[in-house]
């Protein structure tokens, strides 16, 4: 056994290039399911955009501990959306509650569709909870509880929020927040000024996992329903990615720095610029890839895509698609291609959010504000089904890796 764990060690050492990643052996990963929120009229844009709002808020109230306006009412509450979820179990006994992943917050609560089950375990602390996400809302009190992830890994006394109050949020149950801890500044009241550990840091603390990180495994999909992602605390799966991982500090630009926030520049083709290298998020809660409104106007132009307006997102002739050119990211040096085919909607499901089977519909918006605003792009779900993603807390940096559906042609 020594031999066999030693050499597998040494090729995900190589795998993670510099600054290798502390593997745990094994590995255990969370099932991921992907599913559309259907409760209302589906518009990812404006989904995303309040979403892209709101988390500028959010860095504003982690920088001043203040909380901040919630601005939920910008869309209709029952606006749909595109979720990632996995089954957690709370309480001893537990309850399993269904939990949408989001690396762009960081608290971990319940209530918005299973009511809390309290068990010997539940401890209520005399704070009250908040968080506003853009699209939906949650208030209520925090609770230490027992978290059970599955497969051992077991958080005693972890935050949770206990909502009694949501808006904006159908199908799910309530959050597993992955994001910076920094984002958990000001959600607790009156202590507004104290962090929460997340998660993945009460597990890295509490000795169950060797790393302090997590890393995430999208897969494109055509399909209302699916499982086809995968979560993984703690170390990464080498089954799940191609060639090498390639890690980006954590970027100095806020809003962006509060996040997982890197800097990065893209064109289109092999010589037309977009957006000039600027600092943006990876966030697996945002659906789409949105990007500045002048590097938006500059892609619409190259690609001559038509604004749907009912639809929101750009659109294409199947004759326009024939030619479409890939679109190139360039973060810390290296480049991502993102495919003619995963630059566009799955055509199957181009009903599902209101469009037409005539058309094929682009997944790069605009983000709502012009670049130089410190979050001038948000690599969101479509861009992460096509990339292995690494969130490294212990090295503030995010890590990208080509897998087997970079180049799929699924959609």
């Known amino acids: 056994m020594f031999p066999t764990t030693l050499l597998t060690t040494l090729l995900l050492a190589f795998a993670v290039a ?13 099932p991921m399911a992907k599913n559309f929120n259907t ?9 995303d955009q309040a979403r892209a709002r709101q988390l500028v808020l959010s860095a ?8 901040t306006p919630d601005i939920v009412g910008s869309i209709p509450a029952t606006n749909a959306a595109v979720d990632y979820t996995v ?12 939990l949408l992943v989001d690396t762009g917050s960081s608290n971990t609560w319940i209530g918005a569709g299973k009511a809390y089950v309290r068990t010997p375990t539940s401890i209520q602390t ?4 908040s968080v506003s996400y853009g699209s939906g809302s949650f208030s209520g009190i925090e609770f230490l509880d027992t978290v059970n992830l599955g497969a051992g890994l077991i958080i005693n006394n972890q935050s949770i929020g206990v909502a009694n109050k949501t808006a904006g949020f159908g199908g799910i149950d309530g959050i597993l927040g992955i994001g910076p801890v920094d984002l958990t ?3 607790l009241r009156p ?3 104290s962090s929460v550990p997340t998660v993945t840091d009460n597990l890295f603390s509490k000795g169950v996992i060797s790393a302090n990180l997590v890393s995430v495994s999208f897969a494109p999909t055509n399909s209302i329903s699916s499982v086809n992602g995968e979560l ?30 890197i800097n990065q520049s893209i064109r289109y083709s092999t010589g037309t610029a977009i957006l000039s290298t600027t600092a943006g998020i990876v966030d697996t809660g945002t659906t789409l890839i949105l990007i500045a409104s002048d590097a938006f106007a500059r892609y619409q132009a190259a690609t001559g895509a038509v604004l749907d307006n009912q639809v929101g997102l750009l659109r294409l002739t199947p004759a326009q698609f024939a030619n479409l050119k890939s679109l190139f990211f360039v973060i810390n040096g290296v480049t991502y291609e993102l495919t003619a085919n995963a630059q566009i909607w799955p055509r199957s499901l181009n009903t599902a959010i209101g469009g037409s089977n005539s058309f094929v519909y682009l997944i790069v918006g605009n983000i709502g504000t012009a670049s130089g605003k410190g979050l001038d792009f948000i690599n969101g779900m479509t861009f992460l089904e096509r990339y292995y993603s690494v969130y490294d807390t212990a090295n503030r940096r995010v890590g990208l890796a080509t897998t087997s559906n970079t180049f799929a042609t699924t959609n």
């Open 18 to 30: 510099a600054n290798p990643v502390v593997v745990r052996e094994p590995l255990v990963s969370l």
């Open 126 to 129: 005399p704070d009250t909870v």
């Open 232 to 261: 993984t605390f703690g170390g990464i799966d080498s089954s799940k990615f191609t060639g090498s991982i390639r890690f980006a500090p954590i970027t100095t630009t806020y809003p962006a720095s509060f996040f997982w926030g």
């Open 185 to 187: 500044v000001g959600t």
């Open 60 to 67: 504003e109230r982690s920088l001043t501990g203040k909380p």
């Open 39 to 47: 409760t209302g009229t589906l518009n990812l844009l404006q989904r």
């Open 191 to 193: 202590h507004t000024s």
């Open 87 to 98: 089954q957690v179990g709370i309480g001893s006994p537990p309850t399993t509650y269904t």
